[in-house]
Structures are given as structure tokens and as C-alpha cells.
């Protein structure tokens, strides 16, 4: 099997480590906002709550390549030509991303470009994939510069991007960043390596992917698929075979789910644990749905640790890339 990932992909991925540790020291200001809101004196006064929480918006500026996990206000402005930026936007799994351009400054006709992306793109691979986004792919891009009227954008799951490319120093935008609840999260990307979640497709004819961008020791406690009575324990060694509902454990090196190895496939209602460990950059729990039941999986999982791998021969984690059910 494949196991190595590419420099360039692992260096994104520290890139994006990086950036998550840091902005969870940028949550505390939200929790100094809550405390700031409980207080009984304001709110006595809705108007002056709502000029408070207006001017307690987060502001800061945007890099070139940056990420997000908090609401707040960021502005670019380009200091030299910038062609190739991108800014990575991410929530918890149970919440939408919403962008609104506040202000915008770009030269569309000088070659200029801001794009909203439903999603996430990293080295030419997609989350969603194309197979569990509900939107075709063609409009899963806003070019600010092709529809100038849509000034807001609301993403499908926890994660949006924007690409821009500036020429002009002095050039740039102001767009505001909100969370807001998805009460049926379908595809996801988890912020932390650690973690426990319930994937749920109520008759719906759709899939759902969830990814973690960390190798990790995954443990499926309850899968529940429709049918409850056995009917297809007729075959159990063959797999599934991928017809009808099931799920699948898939490893890689890229965000594409479509593009990954599947490790495992589970067909069949049970009530574990069943633990699985993948040694890969990437991990997804992927659920498909033919609408027909009410599919639900639970699982939990944690980074992949040395111990983890028994009597560690080898000496490096990320040469495994296996199942072990
Ligand atoms: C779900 O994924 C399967 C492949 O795994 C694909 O054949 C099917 O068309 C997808 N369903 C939807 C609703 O996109």
C-alpha cells in the first residue's frame, strides 16, 4: 500500500497546525465577550448591548495565506503584488461559515480575482468531495469580480475558503466572518484530533464525509443503518461491495475523500467498539445514503500516538498507513 505523503502536502499541513494552535488562544477574547454580555447592568439596555457587541467585533488584519476559526472583521490590504493568496475559514462541526464583503478594492480588469470557495482546496484536492457536495462544482465558486452584486455567502459545512490575487499595493477588501448553526452537519472537517461525533442522514438520498486532517485511532461505537433484521447476512465476507448504505473508513495523503484508500467498509448494524488505527495524513469516517433509512454513526477518535502502535519496530508512525480491525 502508499503510505508517503508528499513535502509539500506535509508542509501545509504544519501550516495549518500551526495556525489552529494559535488561534486557540484567540478564543479566550470570545469568552471574555460572553462574560462581558452577562452582565446585568448592560443588559438593562438592549441598545447599548447591541453598540457594544458591534464594537467588540474582532478585528484584525489577513495575511496572504491565513486561518480562521473565529467571527471578527479581517482586512487585507496588499503591501506588494500578491498573486497567490488564500485564507482557510473553519467552525465547529456543527456550524456554517458565512462571508460578507464589507468593503472591496480589487482591480477585476487589471487581472485582479477575490473567489469564494464551499469548501476547502489544498494542493488541487477538494473538500467536499464532488460525490458528497450537494452543489455542482462550477458553483461552489463566487469570483467577487464575475457577480459583484452577491456581497454575502453562506457555506454548506464548517469550512470556506477565499483565494485572491492583488497587483496594486494599496488594494484590498474587508470582509466580515460568521458561524452560524447547522443542525444537520453533513460533511465536516475536524479542528482538533481529538474528538467524538454522530454522523446522522435522516432519508436522505446524499453522503457524508468526516474528515480529519491527523493520523488517528479511530473507534466506532454504533452504527445503525435502516435495516435492522439481517436481511443481508447472506454474504458477509464479500464487503459491501458499495451498493446500498454503509460507511467507510478511508486513509490518505490529500482532503479528497474521492481519492482515498478505503480501509474498511461496514454494511452492517452493530454496537461495537470497533477500533482502527490509520497511520495516514488524512482520515475520514464517509457515510452513503440511499434515503431510504435513517443511518446513523457514532465514533470517537484520537491522534495516533506511539503507543498506539504496540511494539513501535519501525521508527516512524507515518510509514503505516494500515487497517487493524
Ligand atoms: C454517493 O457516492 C457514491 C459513490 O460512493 C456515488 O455513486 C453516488 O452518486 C453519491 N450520491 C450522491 C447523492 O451524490
Known sequence: MRS???PAFKLQCHFILIFLGALRGETRYLELRE??????LLLFNTDLKRELSEEQLYHRSLRCIDMLSIEGQFTFTAEQPQ???AAFFIGEPE???SIQYDLVSVDCQGGDF???FDGWILKGEKF??????PLPMSDRYIDFCESENIRTFSSSQNVAMIFFRIHEPGNGFTITVKKNPNLFPCNVISQTPNGRFTMVIPHQHRNCSFSIIYPVVIKISDLILGHLNGLQLKKPSVGCGGIGDFVELLGGTGLDPSKMMPFADLCYPFHGPAQLTIGCDNTVVR???SGKH???VTFEYHQLEPYDLGSPSGNSIKEYCFPSI
Open 4 to 6: 508517503r505523503m508528499s
Open 35 to 40: 462574560v462581558a454580555e452577562a452582565d446585568p
Open 83 to 85: 498573486l497567490q493568496c
Open 95 to 97: 456550524e456554517v461559515i
Open 114 to 116: 477575490l473567489k469564494v
Open 128 to 133: 467536499p468531495s464532488s460525490q458528497d457536495h
Open 287 to 289: 457515510m452513503v445514503s
Open 294 to 296: 435513517v443511518n446513523r
